[in-house]
C-alpha cells in the first residue's frame, strides 16, 4: 500500500503525458503521442537534452575518478585520519543546494566560467563525488590490499597495479558509481539553475522555466522520460554488475 501511495504521482505525470489537450487533466479526455512529438521536434527541448547528456558524462567522468582515488588514499588511513576525512567528504551533501549553488555562482564569477559546462559538471559533482566515495569505498572494503602491495612489490607502477590489480576486483564499486554520478547529474536541479545559462540549460532547468508561465504536458512527458531512464540506467547496472552485487555495492 505505501509503495502504491509512493509511485501515485509518477503514475499521474505519466497518464497526462499522454493526453490529447494542452490542458493536464486526470484523467485526460484522450490519449494521444502528440506531446511525445512535439517534445521531439522542439529544438530548445534537444538543446536541454545534449546539455544534460553533456553535464553527466562530464559529472560521471569527474565525480568516479575523484571518488576512486579518494576512497583508495583513504584506505591506507589509521581509524582516526580516516574518520576525519570521512566527515570532509560527505559535507557537501549537508549544505543545501541554494547555499552551494549561489556560492558556486560567485566563486565561479571570479574566473568568467559561470554559465558554462565546467560550472554545471562542477556543481554536480559536489553531489555525485561522495557518493561515488561512498561506493567505491564499500568495494575496498572487500578487496585484499596485500594483492595491490604484492604488484608494487613485483615491479608494477601505481597506476598499473590499479588497472591490472584492483579495478578487476572492485569493477562493480566502480560501475555502481559511475551509474550513481549519472543519476546525480541527470536529474540536479538547484545548483543548476544558479550556475547554467541559456546555452547551458539542462533538462531540469528547462521544464522549471516552463512551469513558471503555465503546466505544460511536455514537461510532463519530459518526466515520465527522465524517471524511465533512471530505472533503465538501474536495471542496466543490475544486469551487468549483477543485482545482489549491485545491491550490496550501492
Given amino acids: 500500500m505505501l509503495f502504491a501511495f509512493l509511485l501515485a504521482p509518477i503514475a499521474v505525470v505519466a497518464v497526462t503525458s499522454f493526453s490529447t489537450t494542452g490542458a493536464v487533466a486526470v484523467p485526460p479526455p484522450g490519449l494521444s503521442t502528440r506531446w511525445y512529438e512535439a517534445l521531439l521536434a522542439s529544438a530548445r527541448w534537444q538543446r536541454a537534452a545534449l546539455n544534460s547528456l553533456i553535464a553527466a558524462g562530464g559529472t560521471t567522468l569527474l565525480a568516479t575518478v575523484a571518488g576512486t582515488a579518494a576512497a583508495l588514499a583513504v584506505n591506507g588511513l589509521d581509524d582516526r585520519r ?3 576525512v570521512l566527515g570532509l567528504t560527505v559535507l557537501p551533501l549537508l549544505v543545501p ?3 552551494l549553488g549561489v556560492s558556486l555562482l560567485v566563486f565561479l564569477g571570479e574566473f568568467g566560467l559561470q554559465q558554462t559546462y ?3 559538471v562542477a556543481a554536480h559533482s559536489l553531489w555525485a563525488t561522495p557518493l561515488a566515495f561512498s561506493v567505491v569505498r564499500a568495494s575496498l572494503s572487500r578487496f585484499d590490499p596485500r594483492l595491490r602491495e604484492a604488484a608494487l612489490d ?3 607502477s601505481r597506476p598499473r597495479a590499479f588497472v ?4 578487476p576486483n572492485v569493477r562493480s564499486g566502480l560501475f555502481a558509481a559511475a551509474l550513481i554520478a549519472f543519476v546525480v547529474s541527470l536529474q540536479e536541479f538547484v545548483m543548476t539553475l544558479f550556475v547554467s545559462g541559456p ?3 539542462t533538462v531540469p ?3 522549471w522555466n516552463s512551469l513558471r508561465g503555465s503546466v505544460d504536458p511536455i514537461v510532463s512527458v519530459v518526466s515520465t522520460l527522465l524517471v524511465v531512464t533512471v ?3 538501474v536495471a542496466v547496472g543490475a544486469v551487468v554488475a549483477g543485482l545482489e552485487r549491485f545491491a550490496t555495492d550501492t
Fill in 82 to 84: 580516516e574518520a576525519v
Fill in 199 to 201: 546555452d547551458t540549460r
Fill in 205 to 207: 532547468v528547462l521544464a
Fill in 231 to 233: 530505472v533503465l540506467v
Fill in 154 to 156: 613485483l615491479g608494477a
Fill in 97 to 99: 543546494g541554494v547555499v
Fill in 164 to 167: 591490472e590489480v584492483v579495478a
Fill in 118 to 120: 565546467l560550472a554545471v
